[in-house]
């Protein structure tokens, strides 16, 4: 009998390891990409623990976890457009609005203000999701002109004024949004509740499953039939109505609304999603990784109160950490050409 031999091309071997050596590479990357939030999440705690022994104190934590409830509530919308690729810049503008148009209503609606203020949001967001796929005009551009005129109608309905609400009526509608039970702000068991909303819709709905996959190629999405167009402004919506949540939370603790008052706010929510793992090419990460995101920003806003950073500051450097996050969690397969 002849043995047969198999002839290798010169340089296939070298040529399979390079590639096989690319890809181990590649895997490691994204290993220490993904635990990357975990990582500073704990360096930071430590970080400040030394610095203050008291923070880690159980009071604290949740003190801090109930300043941060409101910028989580709207940063949970952000990651579903993010999740697809997109971004929303109206949030705080459709938060501030919010604030303004439950104080109008609260004395006619009592607790139905809120339902109209969340209705009212997931409508300027369904708009920003109809602008952007409809007109083809890329989602920051269409969401910074919605969130103008979503600026623009708090400034009138509010006759560029704050508006207060009454303390009995307040207390009666929407008293059960603050407050503690047990020791534990309301406000964490509501952003907790939202959580959980979110990520069931996330992970166990046909929408959310369509959001991973146009997050992760749109056109390969179009291509398997999905309804892309119908999911992205669902995505926008879902968005709004987050925002308008994080306006009433924001009214109710603040006792009023003004068309300013959600300012400072879009910044950080945005970076607590990207350095929370969800980058802004899509189809990875998702609103755990956002729950993460959201204590590091909690955090590093509690070590520059320490340091009394001026708030203003606070903005440069959560700049910089936005270029960082992007820098680090973006893929760049999927990023040819960058204009």
Do not use: C
């Not at 623990?49 to 109930?66: G, K």
């Not at 919010?98 to 967001?125: C, D, E, H, K, R």
């Not at 929408?207 to 749109?218: H, I, Q, T």
């Not at 999911?231 to 003004?258: C, D, H, N, Q, W």
Request: overall charge positive.
């Amino acid at each position: 009998m002849t043995k047969s031999k198999t002839i290798q091309a010169p340089g296939t071997t070298l040529e399979s390891e390079a590639t096989s050596e690319r890809k181990h590479k590649k895997i490691n990357k994204t290993q220490i990409t993904k635990y990357l939030p975990y990582i500073t999440l704990f360096s930071l705690v430590v970080l400040i623990s030394l610095y203050d022994p008291a923070f880690i104190r159980i009071e604290n934590l949740l003190q801090t976890a109930q300043d941060i409830s409101t910028l989580f509530i709207m940063a949970l919308g952000m990651t579903f457009v993010i999740y697809i690729a997109g971004i929303d810049l109206s949030s705080q503008s459709v938060a501030s609005m919010t604030t303004v148009i439950v104080a109008l209503l609260l004395p006619s609606l009592g607790v139905g203000a809120a339902l109209a203020a969340v209705l009212i949001g997931a409508f300027y967001g369904m708009i920003s999701g109809i602008v952007h796929t409809r007109f083809k005009i890329a989602s920051f551009i269409a969401t910074l002109a919605v969130g103008g005129i979503a600026y623009a109608t708090g400034q009138v309905v509010s006759g560029q004024r704050s508006i207060y609400m009454p303390a009995d009526l307040r207390e009666q509608s929407l008293g059960w949004l603050v407050g503690n039970t047990a020791g534990i702000p309301h406000e964490i068991l509501v952003a907790l509740a939202l959580l959980l909303i979110a990520l069931f819709i996330e992970r166990r709905t046909v929408f959310g499953r369509s959001l991973k996959a146009v997050g992760s190629g749109e056109l390969a999405a179009v291509a398997s039939g999905l309804k892309v167009t119908k999911i992205k402004i669902m995505a926008f919506a879902l968005s709004g109505a987050f925002a308008a949540i994080a306006g009433v939370m924001l009214a109710t603790r603040l006792s009023g609304g003004s068309p300013t008052m959600a300012d400072q706010f879009l910044l950080p929510a945005i970076v607590a999603v990207l350095v929370g793992g969800t980058p802004l090419t899509g189809g990875i990460g998702g609103v755990l990784n956002t729950l993460v995101g959201a204590l590091i920003v909690a955090v590093i806003r509690t070590s520059m109160t320490y340091l009394e950073v001026p708030a203003e500051a606070q903005q440069i450097f959560f700049g910089i950490v936005l270029i960082s996050a992007i820098a680090l969690t973006i893929d760049r397969s999927k990023v040819k050409v960058v204009k």
